[in-house]
């Protein structure tokens, strides 16, 4: 009897063991719900992420397109492999640097001319429109460039003149083969360079 009475305590002891305390299920489960929430709080956090991500890039698309600068047409302005913000707006002004579509490419010039003015660009590289010497500060160096229009030259309607800031190597407006801009193949006005970071600066 006595052996039988200990076999049955100890049985009662493992069992009662094997029983959590309410200390022990209140820790479990706070355990079990930080968990949950840890969770949600990171997938949370990854959707939110995948959104913002997709609406900068759409915003970037439609908006704000980021460009490359390739070639050295526009030094020493832009240089190659530079990052720039093209704003996607309508109304160009002599000075502004734009982006367009030309034979499947993106180039980037700077406005000379706009609809209606008369070009004329001395055998020196001086630049005179409606008459006046244009001031260009943003260039290193005058030069005639590749040129085979001739003189005074009308921008037509709803196009403007372009030309590229390496005066003696781009190939812009200048030549028949590029011509003037028509507005439909106009992207935007360049508004900022991005990188290098060290050249970070409004445009």
């Not at 489960?29 to 992420?49: A, E, V």
């Not at 409606?130 to 500060?137: D, F, I, S, Y």
Request: proline content about 4%.
């Amino acid at each position: 009897m006595i052996h039988r009475r200990q076999v049955n305590e100890r049985m009662d002891k493992d069992i009662t063991k094997d029983i959590p305390s309410a200390e022990q299920f209140l820790a479990e489960m706070k355990r079990l719900r930080y968990k949950r929430n840890f969770r949600k709080t990171i997938i949370g956090t990854i959707s939110s992420l995948i959104v913002v991500a997709a609406v900068a890039v759409l915003i970037s698309m439609l908006f704000l397109p980021v460009l490359r600068v390739t070639g050295t047409s526009m030094t020493p302005t832009l240089y190659n492999d530079e990052l720039v913000i093209c704003s996607k707006r309508s109304d160009y002004k002599r000075g502004d640097m734009i982006a367009f579509y030309y034979n499947n490419k993106i180039l980037l010039k700077r406005v000379i001319g706009l609809p209606g003015d008369w070009i004329e660009i001395r055998e020196d590289g001086t630049v005179f429109v409606n008459g006046e010497e244009l001031v260009e500060p943003y260039i290193d160096e005058k030069a005639y460039g590749e040129c085979d229009i001739e003189f005074p030259y009308q921008v037509p309607e709803s196009r403007v003149f372009v030309m590229g800031d390496h005066r003696s190597t781009s190939v812009d407006s200048r030549t028949a083969m590029v011509g003037c801009i028509a507005d439909e193949f106009i992207i935007g006005r360049l508004i900022f360079r991005v990188w290098p970071w060290e050249k970070i600066s409004a445009l």
